[in-house]
């Protein structure tokens, strides 16, 4: 079964450091992986996605995302955060791109940012 | 201009009630979500529906019942609330008709308490 893990629930850090999140997915073929973010009180925005090509992303708001197909990984990455992005993160897999009604969700990293 | 609306934000109703939450996307999508966030943060889909046509409905009491009166409004009513509908409920839409879709597209949740 499809699966996606995000072993870290809740991750702090200072501000100005940088951040790794990290999600494993299990999944049979090429899988269609996204990150997303939750700020208190607001829905989920799409922070990056990875569907083909090249295995490094950006997206929003300065993160990267580095899909690693030996270790089944799509980790999250920020060289210097800041205090805004204290919220819930999100990792998600899709079968393709073409269909992402149904995503399997990881469980969510709350990320807290001490000034 | 909000790409994707939910009405109302908060809904605090005692158990028995039936209620009502309403979405609505101007993004031109042809599908529609509702998904149901518990206190853990946990993100299940409910429904799904594509140009009016259910196309998801996972394991879900038949209290909840979704109505599409048209491919930008897909609406969520709840009979008979228990304690245990309260959560967060989010709608989302999404391009799926196309070989590339667009990722999700949230509102920004509707807090459901039953009392």
């Known amino acids: 079964a499809q699966s996606v893990t995000q072993p870290d629930i809740h991750i702090t850090v200072s501000e100005g450091a940088s951040l790794e999140l990290r999600c494993n997915y299990s999944y049979g073929a090429t899988p269609y992986l996204f990150w997303y973010v939750q700020s208190p009180g607001q829905g989920l925005q799409l922070l990056l996605k990875y569907f083909s090509g090249d295995t490094l992303v950006q997206g929003i708001k300065g993160f990267e995302a580095e899909f690693k197909r030996s270790q089944s990984s799509f980790n999250l990455r920020k060289p210097s955060v800041h205090w805004s992005d204290a919220a819930e993160y999100f990792c998600?897999?899709?079968?393709?791109?073409?269909?992402?009604?149904?995503?399997?969700w990881g469980l969510g990293t709350s990320l807290a940012v001490n000034p | 201009d909000t790409a994707v609306s939910q009405t109302p934000k908060y809904l605090v109703t005692q158990m028995g009630n039936d209620k009502s939450i309403k979405c609505e996307q101007n993004l031109g999508h042809d599908t529609m979500y509702w998904y149901k966030q518990d206190s853990k943060k946990f993100l299940k889909i409910m429904f799904s529906y594509n140009n009016k046509e259910l196309i998801i409905n996972e394991t879900v009491p038949n209290r909840f019942s979704p109505k599409s009166p048209d491919k930008a409004h897909l609406n969520l009513h709840i009979n008979s609330l228990e304690l245990g509908d309260s959560a967060v409920y989010f709608c989302a839409s999404s391009q799926v008709g196309s070989r590339a879709s667009s990722p999700l597209h949230f509102g920004n949740g509707t807090r459901l308490t039953v009392t």
């Open positions: 998600a897999v899709a079968r393709d791109a073409g269909n992402n009604r149904k995503l399997i």
